[in-house]
T-cell receptor, first 114, second 116 residues
Framework: AQSVTQLGSHVSVSEGALVLLRCNYS??????LFWYVQYPNQGLQLLLK??????LVKGINGFEAEFKKSETSFHLTKPSAHMSDAAEYFC????????????FGTGTLLAVQP | GAVVSQHPSWVICKSGTSVKIECRSL??????MFWYRQFPKQSLMLMAT?????????EQGVEKDKFLINHASLTLSTLTVTSAHPEDSSFYIC????????????FGSGTRLTVV
């Protein structure tokens, strides 16, 4: 069964600082990995997804993530935080198999301080 | 890009009544849709997988008689919360799976259900 672990339920950074949100996955098959962002009382917006074409994945709004098989990690980064980045971030994994279920981590709430 | 429309965005109902939530894929066909429940400040919990033309597959612990799911067409899945009670109050989100080159999961904007 697939699972993801997000280390740090709350992360606070200063505006302009590096953003690093951690995600480790567990999967018995090559995983499909995703990062989503959620603003209050809204649905989820896809930031980026791992397609196996490249280990470094670039997404929207300046975010990127690197797939490291040896570390079973898919951490999300952004060089310079903006106030508008304050939101909840979810890492998710799917096996892409018959069930195709998307399983979410517990989420990380990112706060950006002025 | 792919768009999933979810309605209503919020609903208040009385205990004992039923509420239907619709999830539509607007520009693609979704053979598989998913329903999630999210409690305040928590992650999304998968409730069930909905496949067009067949019965939904429910996750362990989810009451299939309370949460009725219908996926009658390739663009529409519905979740009906039957005989709702205050403990059913939550944020419900649907997701549709798109196959092909642009594969991925697209989420609706969610439905805030409050049972009074």
């Amino acid at each position: 069964a697939q699972s993801v672990t997000q280390l740090g339920s709350h992360v606070s950074v200063s505006e302009g600082a590096l953003v690093l949100l951690r995600c480790n996955y567990s999967s018995s098959v090559p995983p499909y990995l995703f990062w989503y962002v959620q603003y209050p009382n809204q649905g989820l917006q896809l930031l980026l997804k791992y397609t196996s074409a490249a280990t470094l994945v670039k997404g929207i709004n300046g975010f990127e993530a690197e797939f490291k098989k040896s570390e079973t990690s898919f951490h999300l980064t952004k060089p310079s935080a903006h106030m508008s980045d304050a939101a909840e971030y979810f890492c998710a994994v799917s096996d892409g198999g018959a069930t195709n279920k998307l399983i979410f981590g517990t989420g990380t709430l990112l706060a950006v301080q002025p | 890009g792919a768009v999933v429309s979810q309605h209503p965005s919020w609903v208040i109902c009385k205990s004992g009544t039923s509420v239907k939530i619709e999830c539509r894929s607007l520009d693609f066909q979704a053979t598989t849709m998913f329903w999630y429940r999210q409690f305040p400040k928590q992650s999304l919990m998968l409730m069930a997988t909905s496949n067009e033309g067949s019965k939904a597959t429910y996750e362990q612990g989810v009451e299939k008689d309370k949460f009725l799911i219908n996926h009658a067409s390739l663009t529409l899945s519905t979740l009906t919360v039957t005989s709702a009670h205050p403990e059913d109050s939550s944020f419900y989100i649907c997701s549709a799976w798109e196959e092909g080159a642009n594969y991925g999961y697209t989420f609706g904007s969610g439905t805030r259900l409050t049972v009074v």
